[in-house]
């Protein structure tokens, strides 16, 4: 079993390298060096998200003094130093601050009053729906903070959370691209959003917003969030559905990294079969589900012969209803450890590619069929774990958290499956 651990552990590692922002970012702009060499204006370069830092430093890599002045916004102990050109910010992620506001404030001031002239290289990953925010006026930060927070326990997938957050925003929702006008937005992204829909990735600051006002209202009231008149009023304005401005291009996203994930596990001799890359349920139920699968293709070598190799990309949910310490990806993968309890041969993987799961210092989980016995072993119950949300503590007791520490990318979430 720990060998099939260490040849889970080593596809994880593979395909985390491929996703690099640094080597995707460089590439792009070593290939289209036109977009930058014809500028007769100014170029300046706004990166948002997590992997802002190094796709920041790739650009500077690249284009070097082209580059009039630029600026990073990423989460904290996500800056890995000074470049060059750049003014650097941390801020709150998954939920604003007022380091977010500061950030954004200088982002708006840089990028006031510039001419047709002048380009904007912008650089999006994922949190930035966090990270680059600047509330509508006479909404109030605690106000977007405990709306995010309750959106984020609520169930609702990152879509509809979005949703919310662009009609709340000066900047999202298309608003950026608006700010900047009649300067031109050359717009790179690593998705983080099933589907790679770009409206949505980071709220979608410099694309046409395809959502509306009521859809936003409707999301609150599907999770019965209710919120003050002020909110509504904003909700109410409506956002940009035409941009003249923009160019955009994905450069990463989920499916890179289950075709990835694909090829490694190929490479090590697994028959493989890639599920899904939109993903998109409670992570109790997903877990329940593959467990189901690993069952089936152990009894009965379908829909894949053993070894087999199940890698599955996208999102799942929590709904929050204990007090317990966790993340998506680890609830899954203890709700996938119960129903594979005893059984050999079978070892899953569930991990956030950014490197972080939830509230913790956790990637997600990777575990087997001893997962749960080494919890019951403790003298605990791993269904209370569950119960109580609480799978990074049960995980940690049966050693079976995976800690990866920030990776500097974000594309959703991977999930790997071996039988052997």
């Not at 879509?159 to 790179?188: C, D, M």
């Not at 019951?376 to 791993?382: D, H, I, Q």
Request: hydrophobic residues 40%.
């Amino acid at each position: 079993m720990e060998q099939m651990k260490k040849k889970l552990k080593s596809i994880v590692d593979m395909v985390v390298r491929t996703l690099i922002p640094e080597e995707s970012t460089r590439l792009w702009i070593a290939n289209n060096m036109h977009k930058f060499e014809s500028v007769d204006g100014n170029l300046y370069t706004i990166a948002i998200g997590k992997a802002a830092w190094r796709m920041a430093k790739a650009t500077n890599d690249v284009l070097g003094e082209r580059i009039e002045y630029g600026i990073v916004v990423t989460k904290y102990a996500h800056s890995e130093g000074d470049i060059p050109r750049f003014e650097i910010y941390e801020a709150g992620h998954p939920v604003s601050d007022e380091n977010t506001l500061k950030a954004t404030q200088k982002v708006l001031e840089l990028t006031s009053n510039l001419t047709e002239n002048d380009l904007v290289l912008f650089l999006v990953s994922g949190g930035g729906s966090a990270l680059f925010e600047m509330p509508m006026e006479g909404i109030e930060l605690e106000e977007i903070q405990f709306l995010n927070e309750q959106l984020l326990k609520s169930g609702a997938n990152i879509v509809e959370i979005n949703t919310v957050r662009k009609h709340l925003s000066k900047v999202k929702g298309g608003r950026f691209a608006q700010h900047v006008y009649p300067a031109k937005i050359v717009s790179l992204v690593l998705s983080d959003v099933l589907g790679d829909r770009l409206d949505s990735i980071a709220s979608g600051p410099a694309y046409p917003d395809g959502t509306t006002s009521q859809q936003a209202i409707d999301v609150l009231r599907k999770y019965n969030i209710t919120v003050s008149e002020k909110i509504l009023n904003a909700l109410a304005q409506e956002t940009p559905k035409e941009l003249s401005n923009v160019e955009t291009f994905i450069i990463g996203s989920v499916k890179v990294a289950c075709e990835n994930a694909e090829k490694f596990a190929s490479q090590l001799g697994y028959n493989t079969f890639v599920l899904t890359t939109t993903l998109d349920c409670e992570a109790k139920e997903a877990g329940k589900f593959l467990a189901s699968i690993a069952k089936e293709i152990k009894n009965s070598d379908r829909p894949v012969k053993k070894p087999a190799a199940i890698i599955l990309g996208g999102e799942t949910v929590v709904k929050v209803k204990g007090s317990g310490k966790g993340g998506r990806n680890q609830e899954l993968a203890l709700s996938f450890a119960l129903p594979i309890e005893g059984l050999e041969n079978i070892v899953l993987c569930s991990f956030g590619t950014d490197g972080t799961d939830g509230p913790t210092d956790a990637a997600g989980g990777i575990v087997d069929g001893q997962t749960a016995h080494k919890i019951r072993k403790a003298g605990l119950s791993p269904e209370s774990f569950l119960e109580n949300n609480d799978s990074y503590n049960a995980l940690k007791i049966a050693g079976d958290l995976l800690i990866t520490g920030p990776t500097g990318t974000n594309v959703n979430d991977l999930i790997v499956l071996l039988v052997g």
